[in-house]
């Protein structure tokens, strides 16, 4: 696992005040650090194999408001580095939200998922209906956007130029053209339709090293299964301090809010 070395974007001149890491486990970044100077930090410890003050690093960049997927991506090596495969899913499921074409931050996922603990068996997809999904979730929501606006607009041109047609031959082949753009236009709204659920579904990892998930909102309920570290889950309700999770495999129930972290 290497680090991305490209400066981090998004990065503006009222982010480049003085600052300091919060007093806590990791040494404090000297005064006039901006993100840029903490992510080339950063990187220098992860290759010094300081992964403390690399992940110290990466979030005081995070706090400066800066989301970048490099960033996030860096974040999650140095804590897979570290031994926390819950942080480092976490960082690398994020990471995947801003750039979902990023191969190495996919790759890294599926390689910190194979080392957790929970097997957790999801319903197996016939192979075109797996290719499709995995294509739509690794080409990026604003690419799809613009295909079909660019799908809608070349329909409605081409039904447009249908009354201007010198022959019925050109008409009728003007019409074929319509009903295929047409067809691709939907084809992509459905798909940007996709994506759009799949971006505001709500997941969390679960962070702890071993949590039990619970028949109801309180610790004197049942225990029902348990979940470890770098587990996905899906959020369903909240009460107080806990939140309904569910599994792949349809197992439901509540656990601790503070043991998990969204997405």
Do not use: C
């Amino acid at each position: 696992m290497t680090t991305r070395r490209r400066r981090a974007a998004g990065v503006v001149a009222a982010l480049a005040a003085a600052a300091i890491l919060a007093p806590g486990g990791h040494a404090a970044a000297p005064e006039g650090r901006t993100p840029d100077d903490l992510f080339a930090a950063g990187n220098a410890a992860y290759e010094e194999e300081r992964y403390d003050d690399a992940v110290a690093a990466y979030q005081k960049i995070l706090g400066f408001g800066v989301g970048d997927p490099r960033v996030l991506y860096n974040l999650g090596n140095a804590w897979f580095r570290l031994g926390r495969l819950g942080p480092a899913i976490l960082n690398y499921e994020r990471a995947l939200r801003l750039d979902p074409a990023d191969r190495e931050a996919r790759d890294n996922l599926e390689l910190s998922r194979g080392l957790i603990r929970d097997r957790v068996g999801e319903p197996e997809l016939q192979y075109p209906i797996r290719v499709v999904k995995d294509t739509l979730e690794a080409v990026p929501a604003p690419s799809i956007a613009w295909l079909f606006l660019a799908f809608l607009w070349a329909t409605a041109a081409a039904a447009g130029a249908i009354p201007l047609a010198g022959s019925w031959i050109r008409r009728r082949l003007l019409a074929y053209v319509v009903v295929a753009l047409g067809l691709l236009a939907l084809t992509a709204g459905a798909a940007l339709l996709y994506r759009g659920r799949q971006d505001a579904a709500s997941i969390a990892i679960i962070l702890e090293d071993r949590v039990d998930v619970r028949s109801g909102p309180g610790e004197e309920n049942t225990i029902l299964f348990t979940v470890h570290e770098g587990t996905r889950v899906d959020l369903r309700n909240s009460l107080e301090r806990w939140v309904q999770v569910s599994l792949p495999n349809g197992l439901s129930g509540w656990v601790p809010t503070a043991a998990l972290e969204k997405v």
